[in-house]
C-alpha cells in the first residue's frame, strides 16, 4: 500500500508569494493532520480533519493559514502570503480508529520542505 | 510548563549499552502514549505505543509509564549506531484523536 503522499518535497519561494502544500492520506484513513516542524519549536499541530471536515484549527499561526479537505483522499495547505517566519518543513499524516485505542497511531508522509527567501 | 517536555539531548551510549530516554507531561487527562523514531531529514515512524502503567516490551526496546508521576520513558538495550536519531515522545489528551509531541532527545549510539 502506498503510504501518506506529499508533494512537493520542497518548495523555494519569495516573501508575499502564495504557497500550496498538498498531500494524499492512506486510503480508508479518516483523520488527516498538518504539522510544521522546525528547530525551534519541534512538531506543531496546524489543523486536524475527521471526514474531511476540520476538527481544531487551533494551531494555525494566522489568517493567512488555511487548509481545505475538498475529498477523503486530497487536501491542501495553503499559505498566503508568504514570509520567511514560515521556512519549516510540513508534514501531512493520517490515521484511523481501530477501536483498540483511543488514540491510533499516526503515518506521516516524506514532508515539504518550505524555504520563504 | 510545556505540556510535553524531553530533554533535548543529545545522549551519548556506546554501542552495546542501554539507552534511556525520558519524557514528562502536563495534563492527568493523558491516555495514550507514544514514541516515534526520527531519522535526520526523514518523517516520524512509530516504534512503541503504551496505554496503562507498567512497562511494554518489544524487541530492544521498552516503554515504561507512570502515570501518577506523569512520566514515560523508553528503553533501547543493546544499542546500534543505527538506532542513531532523534526520539520523539507524543502524548493523547482523553477524548481526542490529536497528539502533542515533545521536541524530541537526539540519540547517538558511538560504535
Not at chain 2, 37 to 42: E, V, W
Not at chain 2, 89 to 98: F, M, T
Request: net charge neutral; charged share 20%; aromatic share 10%.
Amino acid at each position: 500500500d502506498a503510504g501518506v503522499i506529499q508533494s512537493p518535497r520542497h518548495e523555494v519561494t519569495e516573501m508575499g508569494q502564495e504557497v500550496t502544500l498538498r498531500c494524499k492520506p492512506i486510503s480508508g484513513h479518516d483523520y488527516l493532520f498538518w504539522y510544521r516542524q522546525t528547530m525551534m519549536r519541534g512538531l506543531e499541530l496546524l489543523i486536524y480533519f475527521n471526514n474531511n471536515v476540520p476538527i481544531d484549527d487551533s494551531g494555525m499561526p494566522e489568517d493567512r493559514f488555511s487548509a481545505k479537505m475538498p475529498n477523503a483522499s486530497f487536501s491542501t495547505l495553503k499559505i498566503q502570503p508568504s514570509e520567511p517566519r514560515d521556512s519549516a518543513v510540513y508534514f501531512c499524516a493520517s490515521s484511523t480508529r481501530t477501536g483498540v485505542a483511543s488514540t491510533d497511531t499516526q503515518y506521516f508522509g516524506p514532508g515539504t520542505r518550505l524555504t520563504v527567501l | 510548563q510545556k505540556e510535553v517536555e524531553q530533554n533535548s539531548g543529545p545522549l551519548s551510549v556506546p554501542e552495546g549499552a542501554i539507552a534511556s530516554l525520558n519524557c514528562t507531561y502536563s495534563d492527568r487527562g493523558s491516555q495514550s502514549f507514544f514514541w516515534y523514531r526520527q531519522y535526520s531529514g526523514k518523517s516520524p515512524e512509530l516504534i512503541m505505543s503504551i496505554y496503562s502503567n507498567g512497562d511494554k516490551e518489544d524487541g530492544r526496546f521498552t516503554a515504561q509509564l507512570n502515570k501518577a508521576s506523569q512520566y514515560v520513558s523508553l528503553l533501547i538495550r543493546d544499542s546500534q549506531p543505527s538506532d542513531s536519531a532523534t526520539y520523539l515522545c507524543a502524548v493523547n489528551i482523553a477524548g481526542y484523536q490529536k497528539v502533542t509531541f515533545g521536541t524530541g532527545t537526539k540519540l547517538q549510539v558511538i560504535p
